[in-house]
């Protein structure tokens, strides 16, 4: 992302046992404002990996485990990572107008 400043990823199916580690990286990386959102579904979605990996708190977890919807409860997990609302509309001002 250094050597090329217009590189975005997405976030999407990063709450899974495998790959939920990458989650902390990107956390730590300073470079949120880089990363799009993407849905997981039809990823299941839960709070276990993301907790367990001290990404959200135990009251998080617990608040997860309650919405139903798993696109809703995505981006609740996503949010309480520290994700902003930009995070979930900046695709607008990335992708070049047509």
């Known amino acids: 992302m ?3 400043p217009r ?14 580690g990458v989650l902390k990286q990107v956390k730590q990386s300073g470079r ?6 993407g849905s997981d579904y039809p990823v299941p979605v839960g709070a276990n990996w993301v907790w367990l990996r001290g990404l959200i708190t135990r009251a998080q977890a ?8 798993l696109i809703e409860r995505d981006a609740f997990l996503k949010r ?15 992708l070049r107008p047509v």
């Not at 590189?7 to 495998?18: R, V």
């Not at 309480?80 to 990335?94: I, K, N, Q, S, Y």
Request: aromatic share 10%; charged share 25%; no cysteine.
């Open 7 to 20: 590189l975005y990823a997405d976030t999407s199916a990063l709450n899974s046992p495998i790959r939920s």
């Open 62 to 69: 617990s608040e997860a485990g309650k919405i139903p919807n």
């Open 32 to 37: 949120l404002g880089r990363f799009l959102h």
């Open 2 to 4: 250094d050597e090329f």
């Open 80 to 94: 309480a990572m520290g994700f902003d609302d930009g995070h979930f509309t900046r695709l607008g001002e990335v």
